[in-house]
């Protein structure tokens, strides 16, 4: 037990407490600037897209259709087109590798003489003849095509997949390209919808600061702008979190790579629990769990161990010899024991896996008990209190403020089987720092679920104790979110800060009991 004067318990009265923990560096996060995330609907693409071929077209002086084709080309990044153009004072190598074979001058001086309304021109695809009318062709080419079968090439590019934002001219071997303005008038209204969301999708692909939210039915892309503190998680308006880098479920504080060295190990036959218990035994000198792989009942545990016993009895070897051994003995109170427990590694692994697992089920729980206060308690709260809707948001605040916390505490189990057992003080300020993040997400999550309940039945509107309950759960939901964030930001550092810890872990466990007492 930690030693404090009577006359330190004296001057630190409850309020003071609170005030200390609140103005404590230690304990409060510092102010710092979070990623800018911005949700993109369709249009809000279309409209950005358009500002791109704006702009290119002022700079390069060519036509919005053409700077549609040259920002394709260099996925849609600006300085790269500029960087391509601008590197040689001959535009033509920037032309040729975009399709842009001919300038549109060339192209209407060429398509003026050979396509007159007096002559018949061949179609390059079924060989029939047919006047300027009836023939459609590339800007950039002087290879021409009857309307028909222009129009089936595109179509059936169209439905082949997003390689059509790449089309070229049919003729064989040229690359001039098919622009947006013959996509409109040769295909069909299903396609030329289709093409235009192809047209958003290469848009939000070829950004590396966008792209789509992967929850399913989502239509909305995220630009992401890295400038602050909140790692790599990200939110979307859906109220789908994800990891930006690998695109899966958010998993702050832990790393892309442990995250998937533990999926890949839950997964794993060998690391599944009920396997393991069934179909391996643990070596009685090493004891880490054995697989029997082979007939013979003879077992030689893995280099550096060696030792042989029988898989039966788990006799030594070099004393059981091939003895028949089915002759049944009852076994002495501490081999049964024995044999009931796995190894260390695998006890190591059930411990973090069950709270994991724990963790993850109340996750999935707040999540959908976060929808229903959104879609409906908050509504039959607002009537059963005589509240608007504003004076009830602090319960919604907490509801959103336990989903995140379920999922950060979840992944600080992966975190700590991942820490190397040997540091100690790193292993023990981590197991301080979890276990204080977590007692106080245990009473926010108890007031935000059970003591809300009592508003719901009242009789009286509103109820006496409304402002009494939303203090507390204002407060409750504060104290959380400062012990998650600095627990985050301890595991992202690496714990780094052991030695400040262990020095101030007295001071810290006291005023934590006292706040969540108090609250």
């Known amino acids: 037990m930690d030693d404090y004067s009577d006359e330190e318990e004296e001057v630190m009265s409850d309020n003071e407490i609170v005030e200390s923990y609140c103005d404590d560096p230690e304990i409060k996060p510092q102010s710092k600037p979070y990623n800018h995330i911005t949700a993109l609907k369709e249009s809000d693409i279309h409209q950005r897209i358009q500002e791109l071929q704006t702009l290119v077209s002022d700079v390069l002086c060519v036509s919005k259709i053409e700077a549609s084709l040259i920002l394709r080309y260099y996925n849609w990044t600006v300085t790269h087109v500029h960087d391509a153009w601008f590197l040689?004072?001959?535009?033509?190598?920037?032309?040729?590798?975009?399709?842009?074979?001919?300038?549109?001058?060339?192209?209407?001086?060429l398509t003026d003489s050979?396509?007159?309304?007096?002559?018949?021109?061949?179609?390059?695809?079924c060989f029939d003849a047919f006047n300027a009318e009836s023939l459609s062709f590339t800007r950039y080419c002087e290879h021409s095509f009857c309307n028909q079968c222009f129009s089936s090439y595109?179509?059936?590019?169209?439905?082949?997949?997003?390689?059509?934002?790449?089309?070229?001219?049919?003729?064989?071997?040229?690359?001039?390209a098919v622009d947006q303005d013959l996509i409109d008038k040769l295909a069909s209204k299903d396609n030329r919808d289709k093409y235009s969301r192809y047209l958003v999708s290469s848009y939000v692909e070829g950004n590396k600061n966008?792209?789509?939210?992967?929850?399913?039915?989502?239509?909305?892309?995220?630009?992401?702008?890295?400038?602050?503190?909140?790692?790599?998680?990200?939110?979307?308006?859906?109220?789908?979190?994800?990891?930006?880098?690998?695109?899966g479920d958010a998993h702050r504080p832990v790393g892309c790579d442990s995250v998937r060295k533990w999926v890949?190990?839950?997964?794993?036959?060998?690391?599944?629990?009920?396997?393991?218990?069934?179909?391996?035994r643990p070596c009685p000198k090493c004891k880490q769990p054995i697989e029997k792989n082979g007939g013979c009942?003879?077992?030689?545990?893995?280099?550096?161990?060696?030792?042989q016993f029988c898989w039966l009895c788990r006799q030594?070897?070099?004393?059981?010899?091939?003895?028949?051994?089915n002759s049944y003995e009852k076994e002495k109170v501490d081999q049964t024991a024995e044999m009931k427990l796995t190894s260390n590694n695998l006890q190591r692994y059930a411990h973090y896996y069950q709270r994991w697992a724990a963790n993850d089920a109340s996750f999935k729980k707040a999540h959908m008990d976060l929808k229903l206060v959104k879609d409906m308690k908050i509504e039959e709260l607002c009537e059963s209190q005589c509240q608007p809707n504003?004076?009830?948001?602090?319960?919604?605040?907490?509801?959103?403020?336990?989903?995140?916390?379920?999922?950060?505490?979840k992944w600080s189990y992966v975190y700590g089987y991942y820490l190397a057992e040997d540091n100690i003080a790193k292993k023990q300020l981590f197991e301080y720092s979890q276990g204080e993040a977590e007692s106080a997400l245990e009473r926010l999550h108890e007031c935000a679920e059970e003591e809300v309940k009592e508003f719901y039945k009242s009789n009286t509107c509103p109820s006496p104790n409304l402002d009494n309950y939303r203090v507390k759960l204002t407060h409750l939901t504060n104290v959380t979110k400062n012990f998650f964030e600095n627990l985050v930001t301890a595991l992202e550092n690496g714990l780094s800060d052991v030695e400040s810890s262990q020095s101030t872990r007295g001071i810290k466990k006291r005023r934590t009991c006292s706040i969540l007492d108090i609250l």
């Open 210 to 247: 966008t792209k789509w939210c992967p929850a399913p039915g989502c239509d909305f892309a995220l630009q992401f702008e890295l400038g602050g503190v909140g790692g790599t998680d990200v939110s979307c308006v859906c109220s789908h979190s994800f990891c930006w880098i690998c695109a």
């Open 154 to 176: 595109i179509d059936t590019s169209i439905n082949d997949g997003p390689g059509c934002l790449k089309l070229k001219c049919p003729q064989f071997s040229c690359d001039a």
């Open 88 to 109: 040689h004072h001959d535009h033509s190598i920037v032309r040729q590798k975009v399709g842009l074979l001919l300038t549109t001058t060339n192209h209407h001086q």
């Open 316 to 325: 030594d070897w070099s004393v059981h010899g091939y003895a028949a051994c």
């Open 297 to 307: 009942m003879r077992m030689t545990c893995k280099p550096p161990c060696g030792y």
């Open 114 to 125: 050979t396509h007159t309304d007096t002559t018949t021109t061949t179609c390059g695809i």
């Open 390 to 409: 504003d004076r009830l948001k602090f319960i919604l605040e907490a509801w959103k403020q336990i989903t995140e916390c379920r999922r950060v505490l």
């Open 264 to 280: 890949a190990l839950n997964k794993s036959e060998g690391f599944t629990m009920d396997w393991i218990l069934v179909n391996t």
